[in-house]
């Protein structure tokens, strides 16, 4: 197979529809859109969820849950087995992260260390927060966590 080669599958593709070109073409006269009416205008018809000016359904459903966007507190996460990519007694940071790619996008809450994996090598881990199996692991691998910097 060649670029030159290349079309699209048998029956794949069909011809467009030229509407209003005639009574003979099937889709002739009014092109398919009936006699007079909202839909048949320039630019007519109505929204999605337009229920002819009643209250729409989605209006009377009542609202459910609870939504914290605006107070939420986002961190860069980073696991114990990423962090097995350094050389041993590194001081690990947020900034070393993310100019390493470990972490893709630095948040302004700052580091959070989360436990999934294991570790090896003996590693200073400089974060905001850390959860309880994180610094049990980097601490049996010799290293140790400071947290709140």
């Known amino acids: 197979m060649r670029l030159e080669n290349l079309k699209p599958a048998e029956g794949s593709t069909t ?3 030229r509407v209003g070109r005639g009574t003979g073409s099937g889709i002739g006269k009014t092109s398919g859109k009936g006699h007079k009416g909202q839909n048949a205008r320039s630019g007519g018809g109505v929204k999605a969820g337009f229920e002819g000016g009643n209250i ?4 009377k459903i ?3 849950g609870f939504n914290n966007k605006n107070f939420k507190k986002v961190y860069s996460t980073v696991n114990v087995k990423d ?3 350094f050389e041993a007694n590194t001081e690990i940071t947020e900034e070393l992260l993310y100019e390493t790619r470990v ?3 630095r948040q302004p809450y700052g580091l959070k260390v989360l436990g999934d994996g294991n570790i090896t090598k003996p590693l200073t881990v400089k974060a905001q927060k850390a ?4 610094i049990e692991k980097i601490e049996k691998a ?3 966590v400071i947290l709140g910097e």
């Open 15 to 17: 011809k467009k529809v």
């Open 56 to 59: 729409p359904m989605i209006r």
């Open 62 to 64: 009542p609202i459910r």
């Open 83 to 85: 962090l097995e990519i």
């Open 103 to 105: 972490v893709g996008k």
């Open 131 to 134: 959860t309880k199996t994180a």
């Open 142 to 144: 010799g290293g140790k």
